[in-house]
């Protein structure tokens, strides 16, 4: 999938140019609908952020996200029940309605600061537009729905959610000079809740934070000291 916004560059003209490039690349889904429950699987090969605006050193365009090696860049993984199922209490589901199960590869995300604020004013000026020309509509939707039923205050659904994040690198800078490189090193956990407790474990295996300026004394900020 590929998706090319274009901005007209006078809000009264006809004439436009290329701003943001997303490709998704490979995106597999399957599901399998039993008796007692539905099992979903999917994941997604690559994703890139490319910004038209703006250019790197080398004169290739500005790469705001993209992957860091060649394993699928992310996985999901759910298996959903409910309470009537004779096996709730036992695994694979142990009392749990939906498990989900998340896996994010190595990524790289490239925070221009220039950019950022482009996109940001970007999707700002979208909202307004859409806001002034839905401002009718709303007002029908609000005198439609003002007789509604009350719902039934059911208790909401258990859940546990395990996810493993590979790592994640950051890099900080502007159109004159990169400030600063954040590598976050194998985080993960879970988070659980039923109707009676919410249950989080989070591990972060490593962070570390560097001054890339090349005449920086320190240029560590922050980095771990062992193994642990």
């Known amino acids: 999938i590929e998706l090319l916004f274009k901005r007209a560059l006078l809000d009264l003209t006809d004439n436009v140019e290329d ?81 989900i199960d998340l896996k994010l590869n190595k990524i790289l995300l490239n925070i221009h600061l220039d950019a950022i604020s482009s996109i940001i004013r970007f999707k700002n000026n979208i909202f307004k537009q859409l806001n002034n020309k839905s401002n009718s509509s709303k007002i029908q939707q609000t005198s439609s729905s003002s007789s509604t039923t009350k719902s039934n205050s059911s208790s909401s659904s258990s859940f546990k959610i395990d996810f493993r994040f590979e790592g994640i690198s950051l890099l900080i800078g502007n159109n004159s000079s990169q400030i600063l490189y954040i590598e976050l090193e194998d985080f993960n956990g879970y988070l659980s809740k039923t109707n009676t407790y919410i249950l989080s474990h989070l591990i972060l295996n490593d962070f570390r934070m560097y001054d890339v300026f090349n005449k920086s004394i320190y240029p560590f900020i922050i980095s771990k000291q062992n193994k642990s």
């Open 19 to 99: 701003f943001l490039h997303i490709y998704l690349q490979t995106i597999v889904a399957s599901t399998k609908i039993k008796t007692f429950d539905i099992e979903f699987n999917a994941y997604l090969e690559d994703l890139k952020i490319i910004d038209e605006q703006f250019e790197t050193n080398e004169k290739n365009k500005l790469n705001i996200l993209s992957s860091l090696n060649k394993s699928k860049l992310f996985e999901i993984n759910c298996l959903l029940t409910s309470t009537t199922n004779p096996l709730f209490s036992s695994s694979p589901y142990n009392s749990i309605e939906n498990n």
